[in-house]
């Protein structure tokens, strides 16, 4: 089993849509997740940093972060064609390497 | 802001042949790293460095190595390149080690070995 697992998609969706991206994770002492979106052939760029549960909005986006069924969303309401792009979670435990532990990302599309 | 450089966006090599990929980062972070993406794969860590002159081994050292010799730039080596090295590869920094931080990518290098 994967330590964060994350549907591949592709996801496609209607412009104005609400998309809901979604990750899973096993281990527990994660406590920092991390919301990235790639561009076709760039490098991914950070959207959301949350820290252990809650939620945290930002524009169109909300991260949600349910550690207890140790389960992670992003919501982007209103969706527009340039939110087209790959979106990858990641999280980090608190303490040692200060590795980064991916999801394979989902490839998102809004059609208008 | 957060800029990582990287040298180059598209590289194309042959079997065998010796590469350098570098990567430059102006906001003075401690740590830095290098992935390869692949589809269906992820990301995968290759090496990480936490300081100048420091190294360690990611989940996919084999084939690679790496030289920190100032803060701000890390450098991928492929020794001998070979055709199943063709990947984009990303460097990444973030802030300290004592610091649970993201990371900051650069906007990576496809590289194709023929």
């Known amino acids: 089993q994967k330590e964060v697992e994350q549907d591949p998609g592709p996801l496609s969706v209607p412009e104005g849509a609400i998309v809901s991206l979604n990750c899973t994770y096993s281990n527990s002492a994660f406590q920092y997740f991390m919301w990235y979106r790639q561009y076709s052939r760039k490098g991914p760029e950070l959207l959301m940093y949350?820290?252990?549960?809650g939620n945290k909005e930002d524009g169109r986006f909300t991260a949600q972060v349910d550690k207890s069924s140790k389960y992670i969303s992003l919501f982007i309401r209103d969706s527009q064609p340039s939110d087209s792009a790959t979106y990858l979670c990641?999280?980090?435990?608190?303490?040692?390497?200060?590795?980064?532990?991916f999801g394979q990302g989902t490839r998102l599309t809004i059609n208008p | 802001d957060v800029k990582v450089t990287q040298s180059s966006r598209y590289l194309v090599k042959r079997t065998g042949e010796k590469v350098f990929l570098e990567c430059v980062q102006d906001m003075d972070h401690e740590n830095m790293f290098w992935y390869r993406q692949d589809p269906g794969l992820g990301l995968r860590l290759i090496y990480f460095s936490y300081d100048v002159k420091m190294k360690e081994k990611g989940d996919i050292p084999e084939g690679y190595s790496v030289s920190r010799e100032k803060k701000e730039r890390f450098s991928l080596i492929l020794e001998s390149a070979s055709t199943n090295q063709t990947s984009m590869y990303l460097c990444a920094s973030s802030l300290r080690r004592e610091v649970a931080d993201t990371q900051y990518f650069g906007p990576g290098t496809r590289l194709t070995v023929l």
């Open positions: 990641a999280m980090i435990l608190p303490q040692g390497a200060q590795k980064l532990v």
């Open positions: 949350t820290y252990s549960s």
